[in-house]
């Protein structure tokens, strides 16, 4: 088998992989991109462990066991950031990436008290 027909597909799959993590505003999209990117890794994977296992007569296939925990490392990583973009898209209403940067809480509203708390100053009483 020649090796390069399923590098140059890896390196296409990963490329479309990054320009949608750069260029894309949607989370999920985001998301999706990054397991492009991951699938690009797999296949560059078990290429090279059949290119191995003909050329050295390789019988452990350490390219599918590695395969193997990419595809679990990226389902986990799959349920927990769709758990947070759910949580985003709840308390902001968007899950647009550009919209998280910020996050930090700033300080006290214009209602909050001056130690930050949630009752409002006291108001000075007029002179008489």
Same mark, same amino acid.
């Given at each position: ?11 296409? #799959? ?23 990117? #991951? ?19 390789? =019988? *452990?296939?350490?390219?599918?066991? *590695?395969?193997?925990?990419? /595809?679990? /490392? ?5 349920? /927990?950031?769709?758990?947070?973009? *759910? ?6 209403? =968007?899950?647009?990436?550009?919209? #998280?940067?910020? =996050? ?6 214009? *209602? ?17």
């Amino acid at each position: 088998m020649h090796l390069a027909y399923p590098a140059v597909l890896s390196v296409l #799959l990963f490329c479309t992989g990054l320009y949608g993590v750069l260029a894309r505003r949607n989370a999920i999209l985001v998301l999706m991109s990054v397991e492009l990117m #991951l699938n690009a890794v797999n296949l560059n994977l078990v290429a090279f462990d059949v290119w191995l296992s003909e050329a050295a007569r390789d =019988t *452990l296939h350490s390219g599918q066991a *590695l395969t193997l925990f990419t /595809i679990a /490392i990226a389902a986990a990583e799959i349920g /927990i950031g769709l758990a947070i973009v *759910l949580a985003v898209y709840r308390a902001r209403g =968007t899950s647009a990436v550009d919209g #998280l940067r910020d =996050t930090a809480e700033t300080g006290p509203g214009p *209602l909050d008290g001056p130690d930050g708390s949630g009752t409002p100053a006291p108001t000075p009483k007029a002179a008489a």
